[in-house]
């Protein structure tokens, strides 16, 4: 559903769905039902200021009636946030698509405490592009080649590639060794992830989850590894590496749960999503980007492998 309030800073304006009925006459009494303990005054302006709007960007004033919608759109006061200290690299752009190199520790898109600081906030403003949507995501704790489209007119025929498993995408990672397991190896298994609950969890069933896993190079105890995911699970390589006891270095979930703790941005998760294939829909060409991040634990590793 198509908001009908443009992006500002970035952002998209909020979608609320209001109830059907219930003790509250307008939708100002509803709103102040949710919200009214935080900013009641607040509520107020904004339907005074026209603010809020219901589809076709018809203004909401304090008497609209509950009834008269069924969604209405809003801006958020988005909090104050200090800027992380990692910066986005642009790989290509062209009038269809954005493909760029996302550091560690930025989200993909708003979400919890981060809205202004995460990729797609940060480019939409940067570059001016308020139609600015990712194709895929990252977790906010790695890093590495993400899509995004430029374009609505041709946006589809990208999301396809997505949605009928058409783009391979290829992932590195720092961890230890173990001399037990043989390379190149699968993993298989069944992952379920709850939305109340950090991890995700393996169970017994038939598989929805494969990851090819190739030891790339070892040096001083660690391996550089090659992960190829068949399929998108959240956390799936993180769970599939620790499953075989070499979990991710710098891993705060996997395998072990480790308290909640400010981000140290000299210890980023070890994990890269290194390139990107597919062919490109509209020129029938095959294209490939390859994420210019490095791993630092390995680069580490290769400092202390040659010291005198």
Do not use: C
């Not at 304090?62 to 910066?87: D, M």
């Not at 995501?137 to 498993?165: H, I, M």
């Not at 995911?229 to 599939?240: A, D, S, Y």
């Amino acid at each position: 559903m198509k908001s009908p309030l443009p992006v500002r800073d970035g952002v998209n304006a909020t979608r609320l769905r209001l109830p059907a009925a219930g003790p509250w006459a307008t939708a100002l009494d509803y709103m102040l039902h949710r919200w009214g303990h935080v900013d009641p005054d607040g509520i107020r302006e904004r339907f005074d200021r026209g603010e809020i709007v219901g589809q076709g960007g018809v203004r909401l004033h304090r008497g609209t009636a509950l009834s008269e919608h069924t969604f209405i759109w809003y801006y958020r006061t988005l909090p104050a946030e200090q800027r992380l200290p990692v910066e986005i690299n642009i790989l290509h752009q062209d009038e269809n698509i954005l493909v760029v190199d996302k550091p560690h520790f930025l989200p993909t898109t708003p979400g919890g405490t981060y809205i202004s600081e995460s990729a797609l906030v940060r480019l939409r403003v940067q570059l001016d592009i308020p139609d600015l949507i990712p194709m895929h995501r990252l977790d906010r704790l790695t890093a590495g080649v993400l899509l995004f489209s430029t374009n609505p007119a041709t946006r589809g025929r990208y999301q396809v590639l997505f949605e009928k498993r058409r783009v391979q995408k290829d992932y590195e990672a720092v961890a230890p060794v173990d001399p037990e397991h043989e390379y190149p190896l699968l993993v298989r298994n069944r992952m379920v992830k709850s939305r109340t609950y950090l991890l995700a969890e393996t169970v017994a069933g038939e598989p929805n989850t494969e990851t090819r896993i190739e030891l790339l190079d070892s040096r001083g105890g660690l391996g550089r590894y090659r992960l190829q995911p068949h399929t998108g699970k959240t956390h799936q390589l993180r769970v599939h590496m620790a499953s075989l006891g070499i979990g991710i270095l710098h891993d705060p979930f996997y395998p072990v749960l480790l308290d909640q703790a400010p981000d140290d941005f000299g210890r980023p998760l070890q994990l890269l999503a290194r390139g990107i294939r597919f062919t490109d829909p509209l020129s029938g060409k095959p294209v490939e980007y390859r994420s210019q991040l490095e791993l630092s634990e390995w680069a580490a590793a290769g400092l202390a492998h040659t010291a005198p």
